[in-house]
């Protein structure tokens, strides 16, 4: 629960439609409330608009990166608290490097175990708390 | 018998003979007077002219002969012995011709020829020397050239003797003994395909022919790829040259990536048979048996983890596999300070750390003069601060500025422009590639920067350390006929 006892919101962008079934089964079993969007130039409008506890941001998305999408969130002062996790298919150590330094707040490879995704979400969803 | 005996010594027989020539004939003279007189009362005084005439004789003849002996016959040894040691020595300088004054033309003409002798001795080693540092020059431009040159480069003589070789070669041939000149090449390569090779050739008689072999070494097994090449040589079976390659690192290599391809293949082909197969199997319309999902959550977990492992591993190979040559860091960075202030920016450096980098540093010093001229272009001035950080295990080149944030969607735009006109099929994003790396802004209170990572290691520097001969060859004129011009 958020620090104003409602739920919290969680944004994920993901245009792979197999991953967001799974993780919409996962968001709804762990009680967030969620949300998702399947491009990159959907996403930034989509979190100013519901301003999420935390994004789920693909790297390789259509039309906008993840990267950017990072990038644009951290520089945009009235985003400052939500939390950002990247996800890769690639997940090398360098892109790794980047997505960090871009100002995510985690970063998970793609096939990750959902456990292991449970885990991170709530480290950094907690992590407000 | 007389020819034996020294010039003053039969001089002085000479004059010894004509004094006593001169007292017998005095003495005969004078006892045929005393006799013809017959006055035996004058014998006294015949006896005193005899003696003082005797006297006399003998003082004028010491007298010439000592005159003879100062100025003609040892004047003439010494001149002899002058000349005799300029022929055989190297005795230079003029020589004294005061002591053959009375020598007439003799001394002039002793001077003159060991003048011309030294003359010629001069001229002929001004010949060697210009020779020496003719082959000498050679040598060393021979040495540089294949000091360079990656593979192992042997020449070797008819007899199949090693009359040079570069580092390279030496690494190649080496195991428990370093291969040395005057050696056979086959203390350290097996003979047969050298042999057959040379034996070819000879009989094409193509001057111009070259033979690829595979031969191996004695030492250690190791399989080289070889081509000769004759030599053209004075007299007997000619030489060659014979270049070395090592595919044992090649086969190696290519048989430790067939070898993992084929344990990714496995890794991943399991598991997914095994899904596919339950999957088969899975009855329509009907809630998934308890003992089927929990196969199908191993058989996922575990292509899952194969796939992460081999994700990981690819990763590091080819950071490792890169074909780049190594570059200071110091080096580099000068370079992109150079480049940028090329452009008219202007740039501060701090020192870089003592690393050396795998890179291409003509391109990365193309792609940050490309990205600062965007920068300035685009409202991010000048001054830059470039700079060259160790972190960790490897080195973040870091070009700052003070200003506003750089968009990714702009640094990606200008990553997939070509660095310059002369380079239209390079671009950032191609080195970024080709270096395994990628490019960044980073930046906070309006101090920003580009970050690039790429790989490095600690340069270490030997101090005093003398200049690593990189090829060897047999010092010395003579030492292998006419010099070999590659």
């Given at each position: 629960?958020?620090?104003?006892?409602?739920?919290h919101?969680?944004?994920?962008?993901e245009?792979?439609?197999?991953?967001?079934?799974?993780?919409?089964?996962?968001?709804?079993?762990?009680?967030?409330?969620?949300?998702?969007?399947?491009?990159?130039?959907?996403?930034?409008?989509?979190?100013?608009?519901?301003?999420?506890?935390?994004?789920?941001?693909?790297?390789?998305l259509?039309?906008?990166?993840?990267?950017?999408?990072?990038?644009?969130?951290?520089?945009?002062?009235?985003?400052?608290?939500?939390?950002?996790?990247?996800?890769?298919?690639?997940?090398?150590?360098?892109?790794?490097?980047?997505?960090?330094?871009?100002?995510?707040?985690?970063?998970?490879?793609?096939?990750?175990?959902?456990?292991?995704?449970?885990?991170?979400?709530?480290?950094?969803?907690?992590?407000?708390? | 018998?007389?020819?034996?005996?020294?010039?003053?010594?039969?001089?002085?027989?000479?004059?010894?003979?004509?004094?006593?020539?001169?007292?017998?004939?005095?003495?005969a003279?004078?006892?045929?007077?005393?006799?013809?007189?017959?006055?035996?009362?004058?014998?006294?005084?015949?006896?005193?002219?005899?003696?003082?005439?005797?006297?006399?004789?003998?003082?004028?003849?010491?007298?010439?002969?000592?005159?003879?002996?100062?100025?003609?016959?040892?004047?003439?040894?010494?001149?002899?012995?002058?000349?005799?040691?300029?022929?055989?020595?190297?005795?230079s300088?003029?020589?004294?011709?005061?002591?053959?004054?009375?020598?007439?033309?003799?001394?002039?003409?002793?001077?003159?020829?060991?003048?011309?002798?030294?003359?010629t001795?001069?001229?002929?080693?001004?010949a060697?020397?210009r020779?020496?540092?003719?082959l000498?020059?050679?040598?060393?431009?021979?040495?540089?050239?294949?000091?360079?040159?990656?593979?192992?480069?042997?020449?070797?003589?008819?007899?199949?003797?090693?009359?040079?070789?570069?580092?390279?070669?030496?690494?190649l041939?080496?195991?428990?003994?370093?291969?040395?000149?005057?050696?056979?090449?086959?203390?350290?390569?097996?003979?047969?395909?050298?042999?057959h090779?040379?034996?070819?050739?000879?009989?094409?008689?193509?001057?111009?022919?070259?033979?690829?072999?595979?031969?191996?070494?004695?030492?250690?097994?190791?399989?080289?790829?070889?081509?000769?090449?004759?030599?053209?040589?004075?007299?007997?079976?000619?030489?060659?040259?014979?270049?070395?390659?090592?595919?044992?690192?090649?086969?190696?290599?290519?048989?430790?990536?067939?070898?993992?391809?084929?344990?990714a293949?496995?890794?991943?082909?399991?598991?997914?048979?095994?899904?596919?197969?339950?999957?088969?199997?899975?009855?329509?319309?009907?809630?998934?048996?308890?003992?089927?999902?929990?196969?199908?959550?191993?058989?996922?977990?575990?292509?899952?983890?194969?796939?992460?492992?081999?994700?990981?591993?690819?990763?590091?190979?080819?950071?490792?596999?890169?074909?780049l040559?190594?570059?200071?860091?110091?080096?580099?960075?000068?370079?992109?300070?150079?480049?940028?202030?090329?452009?008219?920016?202007?740039?501060?450096?701090?020192?870089?750390?003592?690393?050396?980098?795998?890179?291409?540093?003509?391109?990365?010093?193309?792609?940050?003069?490309?990205?600062?001229?965007?920068?300035?272009?685009?409202?991010?001035?000048?001054?830059?601060?470039l700079?060259?950080?160790?972190a960790?295990?490897?080195?973040?080149?870091?070009?700052?500025?003070?200003?506003?944030?750089?968009?990714?969607?702009?640094?990606?735009?200008?990553?997939?422009?070509?660095?310059?006109?002369?380079?239209?099929?390079?671009?950032?994003?191609?080195?970024l590639?080709?270096?395994?790396?990628?490019?960044?802004?980073?930046?906070?209170?309006?101090?920003?920067?580009?970050?690039?990572?790429?790989?490095?290691?600690?340069?270490?520097?030997?101090?005093?350390?003398?200049?690593?001969?990189?090829?060897?060859?047999?010092?010395?004129?003579?030492?292998?006929?006419?010099?070999?011009?590659?």
């Amino acid at each position: 629960m958020a620090e104003d006892g409602r739920k919290h919101r969680i944004l994920v962008v993901e245009d792979e439609d197999n991953i967001a079934i799974a993780l919409d089964f996962l968001m709804t079993r762990e009680g967030y409330a969620h949300d998702r969007v399947a491009s990159g130039a959907e996403a930034m409008p989509r979190i100013r608009e519901t301003h999420p506890d935390l994004v789920l941001l693909d790297v390789m998305l259509p039309e906008v990166s993840g990267y950017e999408i990072c990038q644009s969130v951290r520089l945009d002062p009235a985003l400052a608290d939500v939390k950002i996790l990247m996800m890769t298919a690639r997940g090398s150590a360098i892109e790794r490097q980047k997505g960090i330094a871009l100002g995510a707040d985690g970063f998970i490879s793609k096939p990750f175990e959902l456990k292991e995704l449970r885990q991170e979400v709530r480290r950094l969803l907690q992590g407000e708390g | 018998m007389l020819h034996r005996l020294s010039l003053r010594l039969r001089i002085f027989l000479i004059f010894a003979a004509l004094a006593f020539g001169a007292l017998v004939a005095l003495a005969a003279g004078l006892v045929f007077g005393f006799q013809r007189l017959g006055s035996p009362e004058t014998l006294s005084a015949f006896v005193q002219v005899g003696v003082i005439a005797g006297l006399v004789i003998l003082g004028l003849v010491t007298w010439v002969w000592y005159l003879f002996d100062v100025n003609v016959a040892k004047p003439i040894d010494i001149l002899a012995g002058a000349l005799r040691a300029r022929a055989h020595s190297d005795v230079s300088g003029e020589m004294d011709t005061a002591i053959a004054r009375y020598l007439g033309d003799l001394a002039p003409a002793a001077t003159a020829a060991a003048a011309s002798l030294a003359e010629t001795r001069n001229a002929l080693a001004e010949a060697v020397a210009r020779e020496t540092t003719r082959l000498a020059d050679e040598k060393s431009r021979l040495e540089a050239l294949l000091s360079d040159v990656p593979v192992g480069v042997l020449l070797c003589s008819g007899e199949h003797q090693i009359a040079f070789y570069n580092t390279p070669a030496a690494g190649l041939l080496g195991g428990d003994t370093a291969p040395g000149l005057d050696r056979y090449l086959f203390d350290y390569l097996r003979e047969g395909p050298v042999r057959h090779a040379h034996r070819r050739l000879i009989e094409a008689g193509d001057a111009d022919a070259a033979s690829d072999i595979l031969c191996s070494t004695r030492s250690g097994g190791q399989v080289l790829a070889a081509r000769m090449r004759l030599i053209e040589g004075a007299g007997g079976p000619p030489g060659y040259v014979l270049t070395l390659r090592d595919v044992t690192a090649d086969l190696t290599t290519r048989a430790r990536r067939d070898a993992a391809l084929s344990v990714a293949l496995d890794r991943i082909r399991r598991p997914t048979a095994n899904l596919m197969t339950l999957f088969g199997v899975l009855p329509e319309g009907e809630p998934v048996p308890a003992r089927m999902e929990t196969a199908m959550r191993q058989e996922v977990t575990g292509l899952s983890a194969a796939v992460n492992d081999l994700s990981r591993h690819h990763d590091e190979d080819r950071a490792e596999g890169l074909p780049l040559a190594p570059a200071r860091a110091l080096d580099l960075l000068d370079g992109m300070r150079a480049r940028l202030e090329g452009l008219g920016l202007t740039v501060e450096t701090a020192e870089a750390a003592p690393l050396l980098m795998r890179c291409n540093g003509f391109e990365l010093i193309a792609l940050i003069g490309h990205l600062g001229q965007r920068l300035a272009a685009s409202g991010h001035p000048a001054p830059f601060h470039l700079r060259l950080d160790e972190a960790g295990a490897d080195a973040r080149v870091v070009l700052g500025w003070q200003g506003a944030a750089l968009s990714l969607a702009t640094l990606d735009g200008w990553l997939a422009e070509p660095l310059g006109e002369d380079l239209p099929d390079i671009t950032g994003r191609s080195v970024l590639a080709a270096h395994a790396t990628d490019l960044w802004p980073e930046g906070t209170n309006g101090r920003q920067s580009l970050v690039l990572p790429l790989r490095a290691a600690p340069l270490r520097i030997a101090p005093s350390t003398p200049p690593q001969r990189d090829a060897f060859l047999p010092s010395g004129l003579g030492a292998r006929g006419p010099p070999i011009l590659l």
